[in-house]
């Protein structure tokens, strides 16, 4: 059942082509426009949606965070992202004209499934993106998206995330088609984007031998930073709680840009920080101040591991070690650019010996508050 891996892990992270693939599966009609049939929220509902609240629990939080620059980008509505066991407790604004959106593979953390209840009591529409048919988040709230993941076994997430953050970005345009936005004639382009994503999966996942080379050589470490900014920020966190639960290794993601203003303080010579460079091809020059930072903490003898893109040399001056990935739309960039940090933890913790699917204290799903 392993498929010829040797843990679940390793398996579903190379599941993920199919997982984004199967989830952009049958979403759109013959003419090429968004169908997301088994929403069935009223369309005028849709339309007057003035806020939209993501709440969920880690890594599911993290794809909600990827997602907020996307659908705030297409759609011009403002997206918070609550931790879902914050959410209530913070009295949160919410009425009839908020949608809240429950990120959940299991559909049975307890933390989520309260906060979907409670933005219900509020009048709030709730969508579920969830991976698991038949759950109970799904059944509580108003329509679900489901992401086409297949089976997690692993307790640590990975194909779940991908397909997360594939189906909140078909969420977010549907909702800008819906809605008319300015951004509509782009929309075909970014779905054949998405579809080109798979092979730069495989890609990435073929490429992958440095940096599993790496990671066995890095059993004795004690602590690994995360870099990223914009959507490589999420990304980073991800990476850092990847090698938490699965390596036991202090690991902490940062906004890059919050370096100065307190982290750096935590460089010292040979201290390993990865670091999400964002494309070159982007927009507000974020390429040139992600570079500089890497250059600040290399000149206090970080040991910096570049993820960069292909054909992006100004990152070679100042890497240690730079892992590629295919140049790649800006905001899919985290599709590809989380797989090496997967790997990356993965390899870690079998080089330490662990057991990557069944890492200590943790539970697939956290049914209790
Ligand atoms: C991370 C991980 C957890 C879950 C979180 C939410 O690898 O597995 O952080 O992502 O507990 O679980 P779901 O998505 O089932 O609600």
């Known amino acids: 059942e392993k498929g010829g891996f040797a843990t679940f892990m390793d398996k579903e992270i190379h599941d993920q082509p199919k997982a984004v693939a199967d989830t952009l599966l049958g979403r759109t009609d013959d003419a090429g426009r968004l169908r997301l049939d088994e929403v069935h929220v009223d369309e005028a509902v849709l339309r007057q949606v003035d806020k939209i609240i993501v709440v969920a629990c880690g890594t599911a939080a993290y794809a909600g965070q990827v997602a907020r620059y996307a659908i705030e980008h297409w759609c011009r509505i403002p997206v918070e992202v609550e931790l879902a066991h914050e959410f209530r407790y913070r009295d949160p604004i919410v009425d009839a004209r908020t949608l809240v959106v429950a990120v959940s593979q299991s559909g049975e953390t307890m933390d989520t499934l309260m906060a979907v209840r409670h933005a219900k009591e509020q009048g709030a529409t709730v969508l579920a993106i969830v991976n698991t048919h038949g759950s109970t988040i799904p059944r509580e709230a108003d329509a679900v998206l489901y992401t086409h993941a297949g089976p997690e076994i692993a307790v640590a997430s990975t194909k779940a995330f991908l397909a997360q953050i594939t189906a909140a970005y078909l969420l977010g345009l549907y909702?800008?088609?819906?809605?008319?936005?300015?951004?509509?004639?782009?929309?075909?382009?970014?779905?054949?984007?998405?579809?080109?994503?798979?092979?730069?999966?495989?890609?990435?996942?073929?490429?992958?031998?440095?940096?599993?080379?790496?990671?066995?050589?890095?059993?004795?470490?004690?602590?690994?930073?995360?870099?990223?900014?914009?959507?490589?920020?999420?990304?980073?966190?991800?990476?850092?709680?990847?090698?938490?639960?699965?390596?036991?290794?202090?690991?902490?993601?940062?906004?890059?840009?919050?370096?100065?203003?307190?982290?750096?303080?935590?460089?010292?010579?040979?201290?390993?920080?990865?670091?999400?460079?964002?494309?070159?091809?982007?927009?507000?020059?974020?390429?040139?101040?992600?570079?500089?930072?890497?250059?600040?903490?290399?000149?206090?003898?970080?040991?910096?591991?570049?993820?960069?893109?292909?054909?992006?040399?100004?990152?070679?001056?100042?890497?240690?070690?730079?892992?590629?990935?295919?140049?790649?739309?800006?905001?899919?960039?985290?599709?590809?650019?989380?797989?090496?940090?997967?790997?990356?933890?993965?390899?870690?913790?079998?080089?330490?010996?662990?057991?990557?699917?069944?890492?200590?204290?943790?539970?697939?799903?956290?049914?209790?508050?």
């Not at 951004?183 to 990435?204: A, H, M, N, S, Y």
């Not at 906004?255 to 494309?279: D, M, N, R, W, Y």
Request: glycine share 8%; proline share 7%.
């Open 175 to 369: 909702l800008a088609q819906l809605r008319g936005t300015k951004f509509t004639d782009e929309i075909t382009d970014v779905l054949d984007d998405l579809r080109g994503i798979p092979e730069k999966i495989q890609r990435v996942i073929d490429g992958a031998g440095r940096v599993r080379e790496i990671a066995g050589w890095m059993a004795d470490t004690s602590s690994v930073l995360f870099l990223g900014r914009h959507v490589g920020y999420p990304v980073a966190m991800e990476g850092a709680l990847k090698l938490k639960e699965l390596a036991y290794i202090h690991a902490e993601g940062f906004a890059a840009g919050e370096l100065k203003h307190g982290p750096i303080a935590l460089i010292e010579p040979g201290q390993p920080v990865f670091i999400i460079v964002p494309s070159p091809r982007g927009r507000d020059s974020l390429h040139s101040k992600v570079i500089s930072n890497i250059q600040e903490i290399r000149a206090r003898g970080a040991r910096t591991l570049v993820i960069a893109e292909e054909g992006d040399d100004d990152v070679l001056p100042f890497a240690d070690e730079v892992f590629r990935v295919p140049q790649t739309p800006v905001l899919l960039a985290p599709l590809v650019s989380v797989v090496p940090l997967q790997i990356f933890a993965c390899e870690l913790a079998t080089a330490r010996g662990l057991d990557v699917d069944q890492p200590r204290n943790l539970a697939k799903s956290v049914t209790v508050e």
